[in-house]
């Protein structure tokens, strides 16, 4: 199988890179069972990181590590440290609520909140005091607006609810309503798995685009779409942390059995 | 005609018959609760109706010192008893207020006794055989007719059948029902919110739940018991009053509004929760702003139903004793007042056919005021309800 690999706007490996989030021996228990065994990764600023793996091996699990939105579930016990930069997250004096503010999320299922294209934008800045109502705001709006890729198609239809848009619009809307609150991370769990070939391109894109200004953490089941977009990936199975490399030897060379098999489809 | 059928199944014969007997009988048993229905209505409004009009005499009336002294003399014998004597009794206030009918003799017409009122709709009567020529007489001259009954809609309870009115009910229940609602309402949706989102899941909320489900199934007269310790015995609030009633009312539905709230809460998918979380916000940033919103029609549907059995409810007051004779308006919540439900209660003790026409007149304002919260419920859950 063959990978169309992205290298042209690809961060240079080695250059300098630097750390953004550090999990170090990270075990996470849903009550009795285990889910993660040990995730020890480093993942590297204004990059695209990948996450893949067979269902159920904890991608999702580990991505909700990374902002504490497994503090959610109850039963969940975590144990082991996430640094973002250069803070445990987990330490006692840190606030779940801030970190989900700089570490943000975008989720499989488009899920705007049932308000207007503005509103599911401006609400969030406006409860973090980023800026007030009026012109500030709209300006953040149309900006973020824009950032998603978004703004030409509803600079008209601001005071639409954002659950008529279509489904990758919606995406987008959602991708804008992330960056709005500035972040400097943004966790996104198989973001295009719900959307057509054609919006998945377009948040494709955006990710390439919006690499530039923040850390992108994706998880994806299209191997495809890893190869296209990604920096590194990482494979998980089973709890575990398999291989982690940049994309192109992970694709390319992978070291591991496993890894190989399962990205040339050969299970998983 | 082809002679082998490729469909043919034996079993298919006694299948359908299966089917037949079931659709028969779901059928009967629709049937039959319709036919109760429908009896129960007309039941209702044959016997009602009527107690929306009450009959009245013209007759002339003398108006001076000496009938204002003693008002049965206002009347000239043969017609005396077929006054009402709420009329005799108010007379000479009327009289004292307008002071221009003095020492004049004027055809008026005044309110007429309940036994001729029963007996103008063709009801179970006592006139005598005298007093019924009279009438018949009266009848063919036109001085005796039913009007509307402004009494019943405009006073309270009395004890002189054609003198009684459902309003001191009326704004009872409505003084009632608002301390209800001004009690369960909030502290209901508060501690849905709390149980739903705040409390940890564990033994203490699953104890919480199962007590809070088997409370909305506990029978209502024990709320009044409990109203009674409470409210009465233990705070001192008065007697029969609206809020006492409405504390106790509160009390029964509580446990219902926490449910509904529950159950609405539960339901604001949990997408619009995470995406929420994910930005970076409070609790109560997601509750108020988010989740509350979306429970809300949920929430006032339940609510409106709970109030509206509430409203209903008679059993739990006996027990606060609102259920009693109550003539005034009430025009505060500690004065004693009765309810629409106690009211018809009441009534349907009482011997008198008029009475017993103003239960069913009384069950018509009632029926129609709970259908109309339960119009309202299904309105707000449309009106709210937010597409996805
Ligand atoms: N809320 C939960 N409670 C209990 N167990 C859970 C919960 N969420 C996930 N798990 C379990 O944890 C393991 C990892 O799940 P996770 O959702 O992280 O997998 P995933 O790699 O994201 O899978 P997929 O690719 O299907 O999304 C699975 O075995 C799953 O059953
Ligand atoms: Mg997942």
Request: proline share 5%; with cysteine; glycine share 8%.
């Amino acid at each position: 199988m063959k990978f169309d690999i992205k290298t042209k706007a690809r961060t240079p490996i080695n250059a300098n890179r630097q750390i953004k989030v550090q999990s170090e021996d990270l075990k996470l228990w849903y009550g009795q069972k285990q889910a993660l065994f040990g995730i020890s990764m480093d993942i590297y600023k204004n990059s695209i990181t990948a996450l893949i793996g067979p269902s159920g091996c904890g991608k999702s699990t580990f991505l909700r590590c990374l902002n504490r939105m497994n503090d959610l579930i109850t039963g969940v016990n975590v144990d082991g440290k996430v640094i973002i930069d250069g803070k445990n997250i987990y330490d006692r004096d840190v606030d779940e609520v801030s970190v989900r503010k700089k570490i943000g999320m975008v989720f499989q299922q488009p899920n705007p909140f049932p308000k207007s294209i503005y509103e599911n934008v401006s609400y969030a800045p406006i409860k973090h005091g980023i800026v007030k109502k009026g012109s500030d705001c709209d300006e953040l709006v149309e900006n973020s607006l824009k950032s998603a890729g978004l703004w030409n198609e509803v600079k008209d239809i601001l005071k639409n609810p954002g659950t008529g848009l279509s489904g990758g619009q919606q995406q987008r809307l959602c991708i804008a309503r992330t960056i709005a609150v500035k972040p400097e991370v943004i966790l996104m769990d198989e973001p295009t798995s719900a959307l057509d070939p054609i919006s998945t391109e377009k948040i494709e894109e955006l990710m390439i685009e919006l690499r530039k200004d923040f850390t992108i953490i994706t998880v994806t089941h299209n191997m495809q779409q890893a190869a296209r977009v990604s920096d590194y990936t990482a494979f998980f199975h089973l709890g575990k942390l398999i291989e982690y490399a940049d994309t192109e030897s992970i694709f390319v060379n992978p070291k591991i059995k496993q890894t190989e098999d399962y990205i040339t489809g050969r299970f998983g | 005609m082809s002679t082998h059928n490729p469909f043919f199944d034996p079993t298919l014969k006694k299948r359908h018959l299966a089917d037949k007997i079931f659709k028969f009988v779901a059928l009967s048993a629709l049937l039959i609760a319709v036919s109760f229905l429908v009896i129960f209505f007309t039941d209702i409004i044959s016997k009602g109706l009527p107690s929306y009009k009450q009959a009245y005499v013209n007759l002339p009336v003398t108006y001076n010192k000496d009938t204002v002294a003693d008002s049965s003399y206002a009347i000239d014998e043969e017609h005396y008893e077929l006054v009402s004597r709420a009329w005799y009794r108010d007379m000479p206030m009327y009289a004292t207020a307008h002071p221009e009918v003095m020492n004049k003799t004027t055809k008026e017409w005044v309110l007429a006794d309940d036994e001729v009122d029963q007996y103008l709709k063709g009801h179970a009567h006592t006139l005598t055989d005298e007093q019924k020529v009279v009438v018949d007489k009266m009848i063919k001259e036109g001085s005796v007719e039913l009007q509307f009954n402004s009494i019943f809609f405009s006073t309270g309870d009395s004890k002189i059948p054609e003198n009684s009115g459902f309003l001191s009910s009326v704004v009872g229940s409505i003084l009632t029902i608002f301390i209800c609602i001004a009690f369960a309402f909030p502290i209901g949706v508060m501690s849905a919110i709390y149980l739903e989102e705040f409390a940890k899941q564990g033994k203490v909320s699953t104890f919480l739940e199962i007590n809070i489900n088997n409370l909305a199934a506990v029978p209502s007269i024990l709320f009044g018991l409990l109203g009674l310790a409470i409210f009465i015995n233990l705070f001192g609030m008065p007697r029969s009053s609206a809020l006492v009633g409405g504390l106790t009312l509160g009390l029964m539905t509580l446990p219902v509004i926490i449910v509904a709230g529950r159950t609405a809460l539960r339901s604001v998918p949990a997408s619009i929760r995470q995406a929420a979380y994910g930005l970076g916000l409070t609790k109560w940033q997601v509750v108020k702003d988010h989740v509350l919103p979306l429970g809300m029609p949920g929430i006032l549907t339940g609510s409106i139903i709970g109030i509206a059995r509430a409203m209903g409810e008679t059993a739990p007051l006996i027990i606060v004793g609102m259920i009693a004779f109550i003539p005034d308006i009430p025009t505060s919540f500690t004065q004693a007042s009765t309810v629409m439900p106690a009211q018809i209660f009441t009534w349907a003790g009482m011997p008198e056919g008029a009475y017993v026409e103003r239960v069913s007149g009384a069950i018509m304002i009632l029926l129609g005021v709970l259908l109309t919260m339960n119009a309202l419920a299904i309105y707000f859950r449309k009106k709210y309800e937010i597409k996805w």
